[in-house]
């Protein structure tokens, strides 16, 4: 098993940033990738990036590309999801899950393990 802690969420003006972790711990060595997704209010849950977890390769999704960035740190167990020029259409909970599997998913069925989720309110 894998447990995923998210944190870092909070309220923010558009514009602002904001930071989001993803703590990994069990059995972190058949992790291969950590993915960050988000549900808006009556909507369903999208991808916004991954990162694998062995090599250095990171997806993101057209809406949130060249504004956020994922990073790990490996020695923490530790995904982080940089969130630059937030609008409020990037309001929504954020989850980060843990992929078993080779590659990278960017659906949501293709992860295993899940956080509990973050809120993040982003206000005009």
């Known amino acids: 098993q894998v447990q995923l802690v998210e944190s870092g969420g909070g309220l923010v003006q558009a514009g602002g940033s904001l930071r989001l972790s993803c703590a990994a711990s069990g059995r972190t060595f058949s992790i291969d990738a950590i993915g960050w997704f988000r549900q808006a209010p009556g909507k369903e849950r999208d991808f916004c990036a991954a990162i694998s977890w062995s090599v250095f390769r990171t997806y993101y999704a057209d809406s949130v590309k060249g504004r956020f960035t994922i990073s790990r740190d490996n020695a923490k167990n530790t995904v982080y999801l940089q969130m630059n020029s937030l609008k409020p259409e990037d309001t929504a909970v954020y989850y980060c899950?843990?992929?078993?599997?080779?590659?990278?998913?960017?659906?949501?069925?293709?992860?295993?393990?899940w956080g509990q989720g973050t809120q993040v309110t982003v206000s005009s």
């Open positions: 899950a843990a992929d078993r599997s080779p590659g990278v998913a960017v659906k949501e069925g293709g992860y295993d393990y």
